[in-house]
C-alpha cells in the first residue's frame, strides 16, 4: 500500500474511533481495526467518498472468489465496467446518501446479499463507505429447488385430482389416501396392456373392485368380465367350471355339453379370486391355457384357442405356498407378472371416512331414509383398527343406517366391539397415569352426557344406561357442576 494511502486510512481511523467513541481514554490503533475487520465472519468491503477501494477482509475474498490485490486503489465505477460485479451497493449508497442493501453477483458466479453504510464526517460528508456481504448462493440455489418442487409438486396435485376425478366417476371405488390412489395409479399403467395381473391383499380390502377398475380401462372393457371364487367350487366341478364338457362326458352332463368361463370370457377378462385355493391337479391345466392359450374341454380332444386376459387374487401367501409345495412355482411366475398390493384399511385411514359416506348415501338412497352419523362416532369409527377392511366397514355402516330410528348415528349407536376399543385408545391417548377414579369419573361423564344428548330426557337416558333417574339426575348435577366450575 502507498504511503498516502496508509496515512488516508489512519485518519480515517481517528475519525472513526471519534464517531464510535467520545471517550478520550479510548483509542483503537490501525493494526487493532484491521484485526477487527479481518476476523469478521462476513465479508468487509471499504471505501472512500469517492468509491476507491481501501480496505478488503479476507471473507470477502472467501465469498467472492475474487482477489484482493485485483481490487485494491481501483474505483467501483471501474470495477462495475469491468463486470467485476454487477452492480455496485457503495455507488448506490453515495448517490442516495443513506443505507442500501441489494443482491450481488460477480464474475465468479458467486451470488451475496451486500448491504453498504456511508459514514459521514463532521461537516456531513460522506468519507467513507463500509460494504457488508454474505453468501446467498447456497441459499438462491435452495429457493431456486424450492421453486422446482413447488412446481413438480403442483404437477403431481393436478395429476392425483385428475385421478381422483376419474376414480370418482366410478360408482365402485373410493380413494382418498395416498396409498389407495398410487394403487389405482399402477391399476390404470397395466390396464392398457394385456398382461396378467396377481392381486394381493387381506380379505375384504377391495381386489374384486380393482380388477373392475382394470378392466374397465383395458381394451377389453366392452367385452366379458367375469368373476370366478376359486374357493366356493369344490374340486370336482372346478375343471368344469373353467374348460367345459362335451356331451356325455360324465354322468350327469348335459346333452349338448357345456362351454367353460374360458370360452364364455374369450375376448374379454377372466378374474380368477382366491386363486390360491386351485388343486395342485388343475394348477397344471391352468399353466397349460397361460402358455398356450388354448383349453380343452372335459372329454374332448380338440384344443380350443381363447383370447382371455387372466387377472388373480389372493390374500394368502403364495411364496410361502410354493415352499411348502401347495402352489405350484411356474404358475406362480406365470400370475405375478405384475403384482398389485392392496393395503388393509387401517393402513390407508384417509380412505375410513369417505367410505363410510359413501356407503351412507348409498344406504339411504336405497332404502329411503335420511340417516347421519355424529362427529363422535365418526371419530370412533375412525380410530377402529377395521380387521374385516372395507367389506367390514360396508356391512356395519348398513346395519347402523337400517337399525336407527331417531334419524342419527350417535357414538352408542356403534357395535360394543368398536366401543370397547375406543375406550381402550382413549386410555392409551394419555401418556400420563391418572387415578383410577379419576378415569372412572371420566368416563361416566362421558357416558351420561351423550345418554342424555341422544335419548333428550332422563328416564330414556337412566334406562339404557342401567341405572335409575333418580341416580342419573344425581350423577349428571355431581358432573355438570364440577366440570363447570374447572372450565
Not at 403431481?156 to 398410487?182: F, G, P, Q
Not at 382366491?274 to 397361460?290: A, S
Request: hydrophobic letters at 35%; proline letters at 2%.
Amino acid at each position: 500500500m502507498k504511503i498516502e494511502d496508509v496515512m488516508r486510512t489512519k485518519r480515517q481511523n481517528l475519525s472513526l474511533n471519534n464517531t464510535l467513541n467520545n471517550d478520550k481514554n479510548y483509542h483503537l490503533t490501525y493494526d487493532q481495526l484491521d484485526s477487527i475487520i479481518e476476523s469478521s465472519y462476513d465479508g468487509i468491503y471499504v471505501t472512500d467518498g469517492n468509491a476507491n477501494t481501501l480496505k478488503i477482509n479476507k471473507s470477502y475474498e472467501e465469498i467472492t472468489g475474487l482477489k484482493r490485490d485485483d481490487l485494491l486503489e481501483k474505483n467501483m465505477k471501474e470495477l462495475e465496467k469491468e463486470g467485476y460485479i454487477s452492480q455496485s451497493a457503495t455507488l448506490l449508497a453515495l448517490k442516495q446518501g443513506k443505507s442500501v442493501t441489494i443482491q450481488q453477483e460477480f464474475k465468479t458466479g458467486k451470488k451475496v446479499m451486500a448491504s453498504s453504510s456511508p459514514i459521514f464526517n463532521e461537516k456531513g460528508k460522506i468519507f467513507l463507505v463500509v460494504t457488508n456481504i454474505r453468501d446467498v448462493t447456497a441459499l438462491l440455489d435452495l429457493k431456486e429447488q424450492l421453486e422446482k418442487n413447488k412446481k413438480l409438486a403442483k404437477k403431481y396435485y393436478y395429476e392425483i385430482e385428475e385421478m381422483r376425478a376419474k376414480i370418482l366417476n366410478s360408482t365402485d371405488i373410493v380413494a382418498k389416501d395416498h396409498r389407495m390412489l398410487e394403487t389405482i395409479q399402477l391399476g390404470n399403467k397395466v390396464a392398457k396392456v394385456d398382461t396378467t395381473v396377481l392381486i394381493l391383499g387381506e380379505t375384504g380390502v377391495g381386489k374384486e373392485e380393482i380388477a373392475k377398475f382394470i378392466h374397465k380401462n383395458s381394451n377389453r372393457k366392452d367385452k366379458q368380465f367375469l368373476e370366478i371364487n376359486c374357493g366356493a367350487i369344490p374340486e370336482t366341478l372346478i375343471e368344469a367350471e373353467l374348460f367345459g364338457y362335451e356331451k356325455g362326458a360324465f354322468t350327469g352332463a348335459g346333452k349338448s355339453g357345456k362351454m367353460g368361463l374360458f370360452e364364455v370370457a374369450d375376448g374379454g377378462t377372466l378374474f380368477l379370486d382366491e386363486v390360491g385355493e386351485i388343486p395342485l391337479e388343475m394348477q397344471v391345466k391352468l399353466l397349460r391355457v397361460l402358455q398356450k392359450n388354448e383349453i380343452t374341454r372335459i372329454g374332448g380332444i380338440k384344443p380350443i384357442k381363447v383370447d382371455v386376459r387372466i387377472l388373480a387374487a389372493t390374500n394368502r401367501d403364495l411364496e410361502k405356498m410354493v415352499k411348502e409345495k401347495s402352489f405350484r412355482e411356474d404358475l406362480y411366475y406365470r400370475l405375478n407378472v405384475v403384482p398389485i398390493n392392496i393395503c388393509p384399511l387401517r393402513e390407508r385411514k384417509h380412505d375410513i371416512v369417505p367410505l363410510i359416506k359413501h356407503f351412507l348415501a348409498n344406504f339411504n338412497k336405497r332404502y329411503d331414509l335420511n340417516v347421519s352419523f355424529t362427529s363422535d362416532a365418526l371419530k370412533c369409527l375412525y380410530e377402529y383398527n377395521w380387521p374385516g377392511n372395507v367389506r367390514e366397514l360396508k356391512n356395519i355402516v348398513e346395519r347402523l343406517v337400517v337399525m336407527n330410528s331417531e334419524g342419527k348415528i350417535c357414538l352408542n349407536d356403534l357395535p360394543d366391539k368398536i366401543m370397547s376399543l375406543n375406550n381402550k385408545n382413549l386410555i392409551k391417548a394419555n401418556d400420563d397415569i391418572i387415578p383410577l377414579k379419576e378415569g372412572v369419573e371420566s368416563l361416566e361423564y362421558e357416558l351420561i352426557m351423550k345418554s342424555y344428548e341422544k335419548y333428550g330426557n332422563v328416564r330414556a337416558a337412566a334406562k339404557v344406561l342401567g341405572i335409575n333417574a333418580s341416580t342419573f339426575v344425581r350423577k349428571r348435577k355431581k358432573y355438570l357442576q364440577k366440570y363447570s366450575s374447572q372450565k
